[in-house]
């Protein structure tokens, strides 16, 4: 299976805080993509990062990529309530010059005030 | 310019019946992708269409198809509807190899 696998499963941190989640996946990979979805929402798309890029920055959000390690990490710093939601990694392939993204299972995080 | 647009946003089935999902992508996107969340299996990927073309397929039966119209708007059908195929249908446009823009999902319930 092309799917990749977040960890934590689910996290829990104060407010202020930091929290990183990462996210695996077996097969190379055109880039890859994070996305944020609050309860029975759709998704929001937050940081897209090349497989020949090794780090990103978008506010608050940092993501790095090890293609050596086919893993990913997202860290999201001095954390808000409002960052409360089901956080998703997507491994992007190109098939037949389309293409497919694959989404991990997210990790579910809660902030507490 | 207005988001992705998904009807109805509720809606309830029995067993062997058939629905209809209807989306309309962002202005100037031409793909179309579809999802089905449910806490088990998570996101999995149904279909994508470019240009009134499925381009791409994901591992559900027959029963689940789906096409685009020459506006791009884009609709997926279920038929003989089973009690698994309760889940949030999610579509999402975006104009080709950029990240994706969702809709606010089409919550399906089968009785």
């Known amino acids: 299976s092309q799917q990749g696998e977040e960890d934590p499963q689910a996290l829990s941190i104060q407010e202020g805080e930091n929290a990183t989640m990462n996210c695996s996946y077996k097969?190379?990979?055109?880039?890859l993509q994070w996305y944020r979805q609050n309860s029975g929402r759709g998704l929001v798309h937050l940081i897209l990062i090349r497989s020949n890029e090794r780090e990103k920055h978008s506010g608050r959000l940092r993501v790095t990529l090890d293609t050596s390690k086919k893993s990913s990490s997202l860290l999201i710093t001095a954390s808000r309530a409002a960052d409360t939601a089901s956080y998703f990694c997507a491994t992007v392939y190109i098939i037949q010059g389309a293409q497919k993204l694959v989404f991990g299972q997210g990790t579910r995080l809660t902030i507490n005030p | 310019k207005a988001g992705v647009t998904q009807t109805p946003r509720y809606l309830i089935k029995t067993r062997g019946q058939q629905v209809t999902l209807s989306c309309s992508p962002i202005s100037g996107h031409r793909s179309v992708s579809w999802y089905q969340q449910t806490p088990g299996q998570g996101l999995q990927f149904l279909f994508e269409y470019f240009s009134e073309t499925q381009r791409n397929k994901g591992n559900f039966p027959g029963r689940f198809s789906g096409r685009q119209f020459s506006n791009s708007r884009s609709e997926m059908n279920v038929s003989t509807l089973e009690l698994g195929d309760s889940a949030l249908y999610l579509c999402a446009s975006s104009l080709q190899g950029r990240e994706l823009f969702f809709g606010e999902g089409s919550r399906l319930t089968v009785l």
């Open positions: 097969t190379s990979i055109n880039n």
